[in-house]
């Protein structure tokens, strides 16, 4: 049973960095063809993919945020993180991790609101 | 990028209902194409793969066709719990976009 879910804070401030952690179990980041992505969704709009790891370590980053994202993975702890720098109030959104064997999104974690504010 | 439109971005329907979402992709994307689902405050849910390949233990009432730039999402007969929105994905070059989305409401 395939199970992922994000932890992080749920409040940053202005240019402040946000580090998400996504917590799997299930599968392996190291077995060929897995991978996982973060996705976010703001408030009432529509889901935005922001970047994938695969289990080659291969990354690849929405092109819009590149500048901003990190994402790495710790095989051992069943963990991806993603970084994102110079957080702004446009920023707030529910962030969800997801796996991928097949390239696309089949299961999600529950996703965690982020709010960026002051 | 490749960009994903759909059409129309609210739906309003009936139970019993045949009902159609397009999607459009700015370039061809083979049949490289899921769907999904989403309810408020919930994860989205895998509908379709590959523009047509229906999930494990998704009603067969959805089905999805179409393969290079243009594609479509049908719910044969929208029952109570269809209402929701819906949003297209496509994963060509190992990169994923979302289209914007398809509220499907109560008419």
């Known amino acids: 049973q395939i199970t992922l879910k994000e932890s992080g804070p749920t409040l940053v401030k202005p240019t402040q960095t946000l580090t998400l952690t996504c917590t799997f179990s299930?599968?392996?980041?190291?077995?060929?063809?897995?991978?996982v992505g973060w996705i976010r969704q703001p408030p009432g709009k529509a889901l935005e993919w922001l970047a994938l790891?695969?289990?080659?370590?291969?990354?690849r980053y929405s092109p819009s945020l590149k500048s901003r994202l990190t994402i790495t993975k710790d095989t051992s702890k069943n963990q991806v993180v993603l970084t994102m720098t110079n957080m702004d109030p446009v920023d707030t959104a529910t962030y969800y991790c997801?796996?991928?064997?097949?390239?696309?999104?089949?299961?999600w974690g529950q996703g965690t609101l982020v709010t960026v504010s002051s | 990028d490749i960009q994903m439109t759909q059409s129309p971005s609210t739906l309003s329907a009936s139970v019993g209902d045949r009902v159609t979402i397009t999607c459009r992709a700015s370039q061809s994307i083979s049949s490289w194409l899921a769907w999904y689902q989403q309810k408020p405050g919930k994860a989205p849910k895998l509908l379709i793969y590959k523009a047509s390949s229906l999930e494990s233990g998704v009603p067969s009432r959805f089905s999805g066709s179409g393969s290079g730039t243009e594609f479509t999402l049908t719910i044969s007969s929208l029952q109570p719990d269809d209402f929701a929105t819906y949003y297209c994905?496509?994963?060509?070059?190992?990169?994923?976009?979302f289209g914007q989305g398809t509220k499907v409401e109560i008419k």
């Open positions: 299930g599968f392996s980041l190291s077995t060929s063809g897995v991978g």
């Open positions: 997801a796996h991928s064997l097949r390239q696309y999104p089949d299961y």
């Open positions: 994905q496509q994963y060509n070059s190992y990169r994923w976009t």
């Open positions: 790891i695969y289990w080659n370590d291969d990354k």
